[in-house]
């Protein structure tokens, strides 16, 4: 139903299932506000939003009345303005005058509004009153005595967080906002209360005092580390990346990003790899990168090579690399996610996520397969916990370990003994399970990387595809989550030592591309010619299995394309200057086998169609399945996914991350 509502004495015609300052918002007209925001509940604590209704005879707070069919509201009248200059009067009571000192300055609400609405003098000559400052961990700095109590950190860790940690106490005059039990304000989305806070009382810690907002130059790309791929935006200064914030994407994270983004800036930095080497009687030496070309240039022509991909690889690369594997006759591993794939398929088959996020609802049940979701995809685990919230689905949990759900989840056993019964007909997830046409099917790296251990992924898909509606599977139901798409797992936790000896260990040279995999700990063949090519350094007792090292660039340092698990093709930029020997692995790759292999490869070969990588099918071995086969001595799956701070190389290195997992490993607080 639509409304005709009179704005400034304008006529505009509206949805009915607004309110004042959402219809204000639609045609630009700015109402101030501090505790409004779009994404939590409303709280009209602050008043700011004070606008004059005709037919009402006090200013009403706009973020709480809903429009009505023919009301005229103004927003700039005398009224509203001396209404407003009254309410920031009483939020500057107690409000301290230190912005010189404030790491909120230049980006305060506060300070703009006071711009405007404010006076040059106070008429209240009493103490300011002070609060003791909160340990909320290691990422957010509290000084309370800013809070002006507009309970946007309340609602976020309540409402998108789930979880109560904060709240309100106190009254009048000595109300304040605290943890209630001593637990430090500690998840994987706890950094965006730095964002909401409207003042400067929740800063980012690691941010503090290092610089002003004008003296940065913002860039806006992509993460890589977040397997949506979110929108960021990138401060730097002086060639280095000083903060990371959110960029809005209503089709992919919104207004929120996660802790692992945010922060591992200096992850980019430390224990990087600079130099090209070459070992020489088990002793690494630096080598020039004609000394290093020349070195493969002769290694190459007489041994057979193959590729082992890891992460971070952007489709320029892995695109011009699936033609040198096929020119070579040999074949790349794209070790990641399960190892069905070891053999030549491509590097998209892998990791696809099917539906479209907002077609999530569409769905009335959900289960969940080995997978740790609020660890594994933090932003996708906020999609699903709105719609369970509002009761549109219902979440089951099999075969999984228990962790903390922050919405109602119904979780099974952490074993294949429900899994079983369902298949037989004896379960109480059956009516849900084969049924509903309403049905979605996730899979996690837990649940995958065990069956890959028995040989029986393949077969437990036929087996699956089979029992279940066949519209259900071309209505692509079923979906594969890795927890980081261009994230490898801990290889020997899924790679068979039959396919280590029949795929690995017979090759001549074994090429490493961004993989830090640790089957290399395992005894190798000295005949074995090993070459790493990645941007940071490998651990101490992985490094001397090595014979080469190339050095090549981050995300952060290059301009090229990369998908996310939604198949949207998105450009990281070039924000930061690599070392002077640093080179892309597109460059590396190019050069060693077009110029020293002698292969023909044109530069216009290597465009592909964006279309289709999102054509994506199973294919599945037609083998009978069977179920007892799986059941191996009520067989656990284990999350491997337990610190998702040193998840790859980048967060790894990172200091700030570091931190964070050593608050965790203390008893005050649960967030796993």
């Given at each position: 139903m639509l409304l005709n509502i009179f704005i400034n004495n304008k006529k505009y015609i509206l949805n009915k299932n607004l309110n004042i300052i959402q219809a204000c918002s639609l045609y630009d007209i700015n109402i101030p506000r501090f505790c409004y925001h779009e994404k939590l509940s409303i709280a009209g604590n602050c008043r700011m939003c004070l606008v004059e209704v005709v037919g009402v005879i006090k200013p009403v707070a706009s973020c709480a009345l809903p429009i009505s069919d023919n009301m005229k509201i103004f927003t700039n009248s005398k009224l509203v303005k001396k209404a407003r200059e009254g309410i920031l009067e009483f939020i500057l009571i107690n409000h301290p005058l230190d912005c010189p000192?404030?790491?909120?300055?230049?980006?305060?609400?506060?300070?703009?509004?006071?711009?405007?609405?404010?006076?040059?003098?106070?008429?209240?000559?009493?103490?300011?009153?002070?609060?003791?400052?909160?340990?909320?961990?290691?990422?957010?700095?509290?000084?309370?005595?800013?809070?002006?109590?507009?309970?946007?950190?309340?609602?976020?860790?309540?409402?998108?967080?789930?979880?109560?940690?904060?709240?309100?106490?106190?009254?009048?005059?000595?109300?304040?906002?605290?943890?209630?039990?001593n637990k430090i304000i500690l998840s994987e989305i706890s950094g965006n209360l730095i964002d909401l806070c409207p003042v400067g009382a929740l800063t980012s810690?690691?941010?503090?005092?290092?610089?002003?907002?004008?003296?940065?130059?913002?860039?806006?790309?992509?993460?890589?580390?977040?397997?949506?791929?979110?929108?960021?935006?990138?401060?730097?200064?002086?060639?280095?990346?000083?903060?990371?914030?959110?960029?809005?994407?209503?089709?992919?994270?919104?207004?929120?990003?996660?802790?692992?983004?945010r922060f591992c800036y200096d992850g980019f930095k430390n224990n990087r790899l600079i130099s090209p080497f070459i070992k020489d009687n088990d002793k690494f030496y630096l080598k020039s990168w004609s000394n290093i070309f020349f070195n493969i240039k002769n290694i190459l022509l007489?041994?057979?090579?193959?590729?082992?991909?890891?992460?971070?690889?952007?489709?320029?690369?892995?695109?011009?690399?699936?033609?040198?594997?096929?020119?070579?006759?040999?074949?790349?591993?794209?070790?990641?996610?399960?190892?069905?794939?070891?053999?030549?398929?491509?590097?998209?088959?892998?990791?696809?996520?099917?539906?479209?996020?907002k077609d999530i609802e569409k769905f009335k049940n959900i289960f969940l397969f080995g997978l740790n979701l609020r660890l594994e995809s933090p932003l996708l685990n906020l999609k699903f916990k709105y719609f369970s919230d509002k009761n549109l689905i219902k979440i089951f949990n099999i075969c999984s370990s228990s962790f903390n759900f922050n919405y109602f989840i119904y979780s099974?056993?952490?074993?294949?003994?429900?899994?079983?019964?369902?298949?037989?007909?004896?379960?109480?997830?059956?009516?849900?399970?084969?049924?509903?046409?309403?049905?979605?099917?996730?899979?996690?790296?837990?649940?995958?990387?065990?069956?890959?251990?028995?040989?029986?992924?393949?077969?437990?898909?036929?087996?699956f595809k089979n029992k279940i509606n066949y519209s259900f599977f071309n209505n692509n139901v079923i979906n594969i989550l890795n927890y980081d798409l261009n994230l490898e797992n801990v290889i020997n936790n899924f790679i068979d030592k039959t396919y280590k000896k029949k795929?690995?260990?017979?090759?001549?040279?074994?090429?490493?591309?961004?993989?830090?995999?640790?089957?290399?700990?395992?005894?190798?063949?000295?005949?074995?010619?090993?070459?790493?090519?990645?941007?940071?350094?490998?651990?101490?007792?992985m490094i001397k299995n090595f014979d080469i090292l190339l050095p090549t660039v981050t995300f952060f340092e290059r301009n090229n394309s990369f998908i996310n698990f939604l198949g949207i093709v998105q450009k990281t930029?070039?924000?930061?200057?690599?070392?002077?020997?640093?080179?892309?692995?597109?460059?590396?790759?190019?050069?060693?086998?077009?110029?020293?292999?002698?292969?023909?490869?044109?530069?216009?070969?290597?465009?592909?169609?964006?279309?289709?990588?999102?054509?994506?099918n199973f294919n599945i071995f037609k083998k009978k399945f069977n179920i007892n086969k799986i059941i191996l001595n009520n067989l656990n799956i284990n999350l491997y996914i337990t610190n998702i701070y040193k998840m790859n190389q980048i967060l790894a290195s990172s200091l700030i991350l570091l931190n964070c997992y050593k608050q965790i490993m203390k008893k005050y607080t649960n967030f796993i």
């Amino acid at each position: 139903m639509l409304l005709n509502i009179f704005i400034n004495n304008k006529k505009y015609i509206l949805n009915k299932n607004l309110n004042i300052i959402q219809a204000c918002s639609l045609y630009d007209i700015n109402i101030p506000r501090f505790c409004y925001h779009e994404k939590l509940s409303i709280a009209g604590n602050c008043r700011m939003c004070l606008v004059e209704v005709v037919g009402v005879i006090k200013p009403v707070a706009s973020c709480a009345l809903p429009i009505s069919d023919n009301m005229k509201i103004f927003t700039n009248s005398k009224l509203v303005k001396k209404a407003r200059e009254g309410i920031l009067e009483f939020i500057l009571i107690n409000h301290p005058l230190d912005c010189p000192i404030c790491d909120q300055g230049g980006e305060c609400d506060l300070q703009d509004q006071s711009l405007i609405y404010g006076s040059d003098k106070g008429r209240f000559y009493e103490y300011k009153r002070s609060v003791l400052e909160k340990n909320w961990g290691p990422l957010i700095k509290t000084i309370m005595t800013r809070c002006i109590h507009c309970t946007r950190c309340v609602r976020f860790i309540e409402e998108i967080s789930g979880f109560k940690y904060l709240g309100l106490i106190g009254r009048g005059n000595l109300i304040e906002v605290t943890n209630f039990a001593n637990k430090i304000i500690l998840s994987e989305i706890s950094g965006n209360l730095i964002d909401l806070c409207p003042v400067g009382a929740l800063t980012s810690k690691p941010y503090s005092f290092i610089a002003r907002p004008w003296e940065l130059l913002s860039i806006n790309t992509i993460d890589l580390n977040d397997n949506m791929h979110v929108n960021i935006r990138v401060d730097v200064r002086d060639f280095k990346v000083l903060r990371i914030l959110p960029v809005y994407n209503k089709n992919l994270n919104e207004n929120w990003i996660t802790d692992l983004t945010r922060f591992c800036y200096d992850g980019f930095k430390n224990n990087r790899l600079i130099s090209p080497f070459i070992k020489d009687n088990d002793k690494f030496y630096l080598k020039s990168w004609s000394n290093i070309f020349f070195n493969i240039k002769n290694i190459l022509l007489k041994k057979r090579i193959n590729f082992i991909i890891g992460n971070f690889i952007d489709i320029e690369t892995a695109v011009l690399l699936k033609k040198i594997t096929k020119k070579l006759g040999s074949f790349s591993l794209k070790v990641n996610l399960n190892n069905n794939l070891l053999i030549n398929n491509d590097f998209r088959k892998n990791y696809i996520f099917n539906i479209n996020l907002k077609d999530i609802e569409k769905f009335k049940n959900i289960f969940l397969f080995g997978l740790n979701l609020r660890l594994e995809s933090p932003l996708l685990n906020l999609k699903f916990k709105y719609f369970s919230d509002k009761n549109l689905i219902k979440i089951f949990n099999i075969c999984s370990s228990s962790f903390n759900f922050n919405y109602f989840i119904y979780s099974f056993l952490n074993n294949f003994i429900e899994l079983k019964k369902i298949f037989e007909g004896k379960s109480l997830l059956n009516n849900f399970f084969f049924s509903s046409f309403n049905t979605l099917f996730l899979f996690g790296e837990n649940f995958l990387n065990i069956l890959n251990n028995n040989f029986l992924f393949l077969n437990f898909f036929f087996y699956f595809k089979n029992k279940i509606n066949y519209s259900f599977f071309n209505n692509n139901v079923i979906n594969i989550l890795n927890y980081d798409l261009n994230l490898e797992n801990v290889i020997n936790n899924f790679i068979d030592k039959t396919y280590k000896k029949k795929y690995i260990f017979n090759k001549d040279i074994i090429y490493l591309i961004n993989s830090y995999s640790f089957f290399f700990n395992f005894n190798i063949n000295s005949n074995l010619f090993l070459i790493f090519q990645g941007h940071h350094n490998l651990q101490n007792k992985m490094i001397k299995n090595f014979d080469i090292l190339l050095p090549t660039v981050t995300f952060f340092e290059r301009n090229n394309s990369f998908i996310n698990f939604l198949g949207i093709v998105q450009k990281t930029k070039f924000i930061l200057f690599p070392n002077k020997n640093c080179r892309t692995d597109f460059k590396i790759l190019y050069i060693i086998f077009k110029f020293f292999k002698g292969l023909i490869i044109n530069l216009s070969d290597l465009s592909f169609n964006i279309l289709s990588l999102n054509n994506y099918n199973f294919n599945i071995f037609k083998k009978k399945f069977n179920i007892n086969k799986i059941i191996l001595n009520n067989l656990n799956i284990n999350l491997y996914i337990t610190n998702i701070y040193k998840m790859n190389q980048i967060l790894a290195s990172s200091l700030i991350l570091l931190n964070c997992y050593k608050q965790i490993m203390k008893k005050y607080t649960n967030f796993i």
